[in-house]
Structure formats: structure tokens, C-alpha cells
């Protein structure tokens, strides 16, 4: 139980096209999802929360005109990077939690490696 | 500021020995702790949580230890394998913060054969 998966596991895009992230829970509801980043031997940084049916709230100094996030359904969040550029480059990862009274547990998707030329 | 933190960066391990990995915190506010092993390439997997009304939680190979006196969690993980290779993080969640975790830098543990 608790799977979540993440489409596609590696995109290699060009400089100024927009790219989009699945983030999907295959066995369970997830009423919030979360985004993160993270760098090379680095750890996980918190981009954005999302909540199904509202807008996701995101961490200081992410820019949400730049990186898309929509929760439409209880299995599904997608993460769009708009316009992205060399240094949007990354590892991007969703997290999910269930609706589940007092469930604190997120469970990660595999990740998405982005490389932009 | 308030911060998840870990003793070592890296953790060399015999094949067979226990491993034991720290983790410490300054947030008195937090209620509930989680481990997790991150692989090269791949997102984290959850291995074990805890919350703040315990001290000590077992799981199959691992225990997870929480002194809140020191603000302090540890991981051990019984008869290191060479699949327990990987970086592990310890993660923190304020009471009442919309389910956010905070997570430490990781510790990278290498198993020797």
C-alpha cells in the first residue's frame, strides 16, 4: 500500500519550453500533495503544498507564475515548470498524504530528474 | 532559528554490525518524527515514524529512539546489510503545521563488506 508514482522519471527539455510533472497515489486518496526539490547530495527543499480542489500554498521564495501546480483530483497533482531554464535543472519530487484522520506520513514518489540545455 | 540537524554526514558499516544514526532537533514543538532512506537516483522510502507521546518504536530490523529531554532521534538498524547502503533523513513536524516536514541534511552510510 501507500504507492506513489511520478511521470516521467527524467525529461530533457530545451530552454524556454514549459514541462509538466504527474504526480499520481495508486492505492490510496491523498487529500494533500506535496513538491519538493532537491540538488545534488543535498536534502529535500519544501516547494509547495497542495490540497485537492484549492490553490497550493507555496514556500517563500518559490515563484508560483513559474512553477504550476494543480491538485484536480484526490489521486492526482501535476507540477508544471513554465519557461524553464539551465538552473530550474533538478530533482523533483512529489510527496502524498492521505485524508486519514491524524495521518501525519508522506509517502515520495520516485522523482523526476530535469535536465534544461 | 529552529532546525533539523544530523551528528555525521557519513556512516562507514561492517556487514553484520548495528548502525546507529542521530539525528537532533530544536524544535520543542514538534510532534511527530519520521525516517527515511533515500537511494541514489530514487525518492525516499519511509522506514519508521514516531510521535512525541513515545520514546522508543520498533519495526522489522529498525528502532527508532526519541529523547525529547535532548531533543534527540535515532535510528538503528540491526545486521547491517549492503542494501541498507543509502542516505537516511530524519524529518520533523510541527503540532499544527498543515502536515509539513522539515527534514535534516541526511546521513550518507556505507555498508563494507
Known amino acids: 500500500g501507500a504507492v506513489v508514482s511520478q511521470h516521467p522519471s527524467r525529461v530533457i527539455c530545451k530552454s524556454g519550453t514549459s514541462v509538466k510533472i504527474e504526480c499520481r497515489s495508486l492505492d490510496f486518496q491523498a487529500t494533500t500533495m506535496f513538491w519538493y526539490r532537491q540538488f545534488p547530495k543535498k536534502s529535500l527543499m519544501l516547494m509547495a503544498t497542495s490540497n485537492e480542489g484549492s490553490k497550493a500554498t507555496y514556500e517563500q521564495g518559490v515563484e508560483k507564475d513559474k512553477f504550476l501546480i494543480n491538485h484536480a483530483s484526490l489521486t492526482l497533482s501535476t507540477l508544471t515548470v513554465t519557461s524553464a531554464h539551465p538552473e530550474d535543472s533538478s530533482f523533483y519530487i512529489c510527496s502524498a498524504r492521505s485524508g486519514a484522520t491524524h495521518t501525519d506520513t508522506q509517502y515520495f514518489g520516485p522523482g523526476t530528474r530535469l535536465t534544461v540545455l | 532559528g529552529e532546525s533539523v540537524g544530523l551528528h555525521l554526514p557519513t556512516l562507514s558499516v561492517q556487514e553484520g554490525d548495528n548502525s546507529i544514526i542521530n539525528c537532533a532537533y530544536s524544535?520543542?514543538?514538534?510532534?511527530?518524527f519520521i525516517w527515511y532512506k533515500q537511494e541514489s537516483g530514487k525518492g525516499p522510502q519511509f522506514i519508521i515514524d514516531i510521535r512525541s507521546n513515545m520514546d522508543k518504536r520498533q519495526g522489522q530490523r529498525v528502532t527508532v529512539l526519541l529523547n525529547k529531554t535532548v531533543k534527540h532521534l535515532s535510528l538503528q538498524i540491526a545486521a547491517t546489510q549492503p542494501g541498507d547502503s543509502a542516505v537516511y533523513f530524519c524529518?520533523?513536524?510541527?503540532?499544527?503545521?498543515?502536515?509539513?516536514?522539515?527534514f535534516g541534511a541526511g546521513t550518507t552510510v556505507t555498508v563494507r563488506a
Open positions: 524529518a520533523e513536524k510541527e503540532a499544527r503545521r498543515d502536515y509539513k516536514l522539515s
Open positions: 524544535n520543542s514543538a514538534s510532534d511527530y
